[in-house]
């Protein structure tokens, strides 16, 4: 079972933030936060993951929480293409472990 | 580069019938999974491949299902013989030897059975 809660759906306007919540309250030491995101019809696309200090990258940025209970993943700019269902995962790194999928939070994006 | 591709995109057979997809990774990717979602259901986990090792095959649902990955490139997935409830789409995902290593999925495969 997926180790992470989401919300069901969110949505913000385009040219706007997206700030995506996630709850890990029973997180490990050993285990790192994941984002990946599905497209409509389309494969997983990996977003971003951290431990414990913030992350930024080229798509979004990663805040943990000091005591690692939750994070935010950041869209700063919204479009219309970052419509999609977004999946907070926990996993152990290192182990090359399976990724256990929950709901994942549906975001769209209104122009 | 070449991202996972898979084959068929999609695929329609009888109950009853075998039906074989394939997966190719990214070239230099030890690390090969399966995945499927069934309709209104969560991506479940089905099997780890390391090379050409099942690692982790523990969501195998049953049997009927037999993956192989020969000389640790490219992998496939039987179902003998499919039924109803194995209608889904199938995920493959590759990725690099290493820890923690991001995760690179296929299109997926649309298996329907009727």
């Known amino acids: 079972d997926a180790k992470t809660t989401q919300p069901p759906s969110m949505d913000c306007a385009e040219g706007r933030a997206a700030n995506l919540p996630c709850n890990h309250s029973t997180i490990s030491g050993n285990e790192y936060v994941y984002w990946y995101r599905q497209i409509h019809s389309q494969g997983p696309q990996y977003i971003i993951h951290g431990l414990k200090n913030n992350e930024t990258n080229e798509m979004a940025s990663l805040i943990i929480t000091e005591d690692r209970k939750s994070s935010t993943l950041i869209l700063p700019h919204a479009t219309l293409r970052d419509t999609a269902v977004y999946y907070c995962?926990?996993?152990?790194?290192?182990?090359?472990?399976?990724?256990?999928f929950g709901k994942g939070i549906t975001l769209s994006v209104r122009p | 580069e070449a991202g996972v591709t898979q084959f068929p995109s999609h695929s329609v057979i009888e109950k009853g019938q075998t039906v074989t997809l394939r997966c190719d990774p990214i070239?230099?990717?030890?690390?090969l999974y399966w995945y499927r979602r069934v309709m209104g259901k969560e991506i479940k986990f089905l099997l780890h491949?390391?090379?050409?090792?099942?690692?982790?095959e523990s969501g195998m649902p049953n049997n009927r299902f037999l993956a192989e990955r020969t000389g640790g490139t490219y992998s496939t997935l039987k179902v003998q013989p499919a039924e109803l409830e194995d209608s889904g789409v199938y995920f493959c995902a590759s990725s690099l030897p290493g820890g923690g290593a991001e995760a690179f999925f296929g299109q997926g495969t649309r298996l329907t059975v009727v």
């Open positions: 491949f390391v090379k050409e090792s099942k690692q982790d």
């Open positions: 995962i926990v996993r152990v790194y290192g182990a090359n472990s399976k990724l256990t």
């Open positions: 070239s230099g990717h030890d690390n």
